[in-house]
């Protein structure tokens, strides 16, 4: 089975929802006895918490449920238990990095690093257009499971 942990700084916004529209689409193309995914934070600010309401409903909006979610931070250990560890945005990438101790089997990407214009996916938190992040996160996942499921490399 493949692992994968997508990272935002909180775990309240933009890796939740990568993690929920994830497993969706997995679950819907009946790929998800071969493909997990969970997710985390880069900081431990929001640990505990639960997802963000306006991440909440647009998730909703999809038929999404992510009420049991709550917020956990990355660790050192997450690296080896994962596959693939999908960042939202250069800086989640770069403090994913120091966490884990650096990079050497290049577990570590974007998730639009595989788009035709890779890109950081903007934190709805400041932005709040949810709309944009939602978007940006499906064609990412999208991305993602197409490469896995045809058995080439994600990044």
Known sequence: MIKILFVCLG????SPMA??????MLEKRGLSHKIA???A???DEEAGNPVYPPARRKLKEMGIDCALKRAVQLTRGDYDRYDLLIG???RNVSAMKRICGGDPENK???LLDGAPHPR?????????????ACRDITE????????LAEGRAAY
């Open 11 to 14: 775990n309240i916004c933009r």
């Open 19 to 24: 993690e929920f529209i994830c497993r969706d």
């Open 37 to 39: 995914c969970a997710s």
């Open 41 to 43: 934070a880069t900081s």
């Open 88 to 90: 939202m945005e250069a």
């Open 108 to 110: 570590i990407h974007r």
């Open 120 to 132: 950081d996916i903007a934190d709805p938190w400041y932005t709040g257009d949810f709309d944009a």
């Open 140 to 147: 990412g996942c999208a991305r993602l499971i197409d490469r």
